[in-house]
């Protein structure tokens, strides 16, 4: 939203400048995005005339012109072409910064001849082309204005403030609506204007019928017949340019004018383009009167040229504006009108429109046909239903004295939606929310400068002006009265000194996670950072979905369901690198996960992903992947303190997502699962458009256990051994189905304090071992800790470690 500084005036008495506008505006809540001033900018320039031009005695196009200039005679050189002794035009002395070329000048010769300052193109001070003769020269300007005379002055340059509108404040897409804030912050005083009632010559021979009441409650107009339409007088074509419209004509301009002034939008149809008497207000129709239609049944939408020039196809949910007996569409409500009823400079007779659409169809709208209109910006935030016939009075008033004629009637049809609802108000509510000491005087006052209607008494009653929809309880009461008063008067008040904290500010969770984002990124995986929500198809394949989980107004189509797992997202993730050419992702993601809709039902989670592409290697295939994703779960396992040693490994009962030969699930008993990992089903990654294969785990964080006795103290040194480790072998034979960590845990346990650690370094299965069986070479690391090991004591070591495989099935192979 851009205004000038002249405008606001006419709406504010006041001295203040463009600056002190600004402050005030961005204390008041306004965000101002910028001011310029071009008043500053043409500061150094002024009127001069050249007295003398003669060619240039080392140049075929400079010219050495002799200069009358507010600071006397200058010799100044001089390339234009129409350089031309007589001719008045703008200087720039030694020292001025040329906005159009970004330099500031100095004195220098040019080819010989010192040139003492400049004379100035259009281009050259960021004026427009053409608008002050030649465009290919130096400014010519008419011959009566005195040298010396300001540059500014003579273009009639004003500065311009650009600020951004917040969504709920309408009222200041209107520069009437930003002076009564100014004025009720005390910047000056509103000017109030009476709009006077254009008494109608004849009855309005156009009638108007609403068939969509939901879509525009109100709508107004009148016939004015009889106006001349053209070029704008200049004082409205330099109002409407200095913000950046564009002049069209009177007619059009008048619209514009207003919307801007009083945040009004209004429409102008040619009368003479009418079919019919009546205009109709509907929904968009289908011409076939099916309900639904395929992509092959765009023609039976009804269709619009609108006044961009562009055609549009009409769904239904749109509002329209029609003629001929409502068959005709012949402009979008709220939005733009149609080519087919445009004014020209051949209108003779227009019908002024002036109506409230509906905030929320006219945004829909805007964006379904992607049309960003001042007026579709206006209406989709809420205009002032109050103003529509005063809105109408305004325009007729204007176009009677730009473009005469003669006006009807005003017929209205439907009722403008009601006023804000009134509140119940305490005026200490100000000073407890915001502890300003403020007295019941000054918040009356301040409420009823912003057209607030207020009634003392032990609860005041504050009736919100049409124009503030926006306020609906106490608390925006308060929000307004800080707002004016000034947030800079709100009082500073230290927070209490409630002494150090005696323990650290994350909690065990919080640790962990902070502590698994530095783990994860050690082993080389990269952080993912995805939506909560997935699609409801999605969640269906990883044991969610449930109508209880689904968003009621989703950001997307494709995200309409809290996420049972964060695996999907993650999938998806690697499957967008892979299309990018970065098949081998490694990605993790630590968040929420939604199970049910019970207070209960959220969990935290750790999960990883791999996509295993290995490069094709002379030496063969290396280590199966699954492996190193196992060797990575527990690694981050055992840094977040879990009980690694006893967590037992069940394969064969994880859920459907998993690959069922090669996915196993890592529990502290049947009820406590803490993690699932492996090989990621190749149905689901196919649901997923995902290519495989792909290896993931995920840790509930919640299932996790906390550390036992853990202290915040300093590791001490290395208990290291100065004796010799040794090493001894084993054969056993189990079953095929067990789980080889089961053998090597329930080995490791046979001495803890001698055995350091147990690999397993061959598997075999095949003859000398019977069907069914497979037989399991170990290696058992001894570390003696006080004395070297007697041959009887690594014998007594090794029977217990064969004892502690038989309670697991195991027998020594023969």
Known sequence: MKFTLSWLKDHLDTDADVADVADAM????????????????????????????????NADRLRVCQVETVDGIKE???????????????????????????????????RGVVSNGMLCSASELELAPDAFGSSDGILELADDLTVGSPAAGVFGAEPVIDFEVTPNRPDWLGVAGIARDLAA???????HFDLATVRGAFPCPITVRLDAPGMCPVFAGRLIRGVKNGPSPEWLQRRLTAIGLRSINRLVDVTNLIAYDRARPLHVYDAG??????????????VSGKEQLQAPDLARYERILGLDGKLYILTPGICIIADDGGTRAIGLGGVMGGESTGCSDETVDVFVESAWFDPIVTAQ??????????????????????????????????????CGGEPSDIVVAGQAPANPAVVRFDPARVGALTGLGLSDDRIAEILTRLGFEVARGTRWTVTPPSWRRDVEGPADLVEEVARIEGYGTLPSTPLPDLGAPSKGVLNPLQARVRLARRALAAMGYAEAVTWSFTKQSTATLFGGGDERLRVENPIAGDLDCMRPSALPNL??????NAARGHADAALFEIGPIYLDDSPTGQRTVIAGLISPHAARHWGGAGEDALFGLKGDLLTLLEALGAPVASLQLVQGQNRDWWHPGRSARLQLGPRTVVAEFGALHPRVLKSLDADGPMLAFEIVLDALPEPRGQKSKARGAANLS???????????????????????????????????????????????????????????????????????????LSARIVTAAGKVGATMRA
Do not use: W
């Open 185 to 191: 912050a005390g910047l000056g005083q509103l000017k």
């Open 571 to 576: 999938i998806q993730a690697a499957a967008r």
């Open 26 to 57: 961005t204390m008041a809540g306004l965000e101002v995005e910028d001011v310029h001033d071009p008043i500053a900018a043409l500061a150094p320039f002024t009127v001069a005339r050249i007295v003398d031009a003669v060619q240039h005695p």
């Open 365 to 402: 709208t805007g964006r379904a046909l992607t049309i960003n209109s001042d007026a579709q910006y206006r209406f989709a935030r809420g205009v002032d239903p109050a103003f529509v016939v005063p809105g109408l009075e305004l325009a007729t008033r204007l176009i009677l004295d730009l």
């Open 722 to 796: 100065n004796l010799m480790p040794l090493t001894r072998d084993f054969a056993f034979v189990v079953e095929d189905g067990k789980p080889v960590g089961d053998l090597t845990r329930a080995v490791a346990g046979a001495d803890k304090a001698l055995i350091a650690e147990v690999r397993v370094f061959d598997v075999y299965r095949g003859a000398g071992v019977a069907e069914g069986m497979k037989s399991v070479a170990l290696e058992v690391v001894i570390q003696p800790v006080e004395a070297t090991l007697t041959e009887a004591e690594i014998e007594g």
């Open 76 to 110: 100044i050189v001089c390339g234009a072409p129409n350089a031309r002794a007589g001719l008045t035009t703008i200087y720039a002395p030694i020292g001025a910064f040329v906005p159009g070329l970004g330099v500031t000048l100095v004195e220098k010769p040019v």
């Open 273 to 286: 383009k009418l079919v019919g008497s009546e205009i109709v207000v509907r929904d968009a129709q289908l």
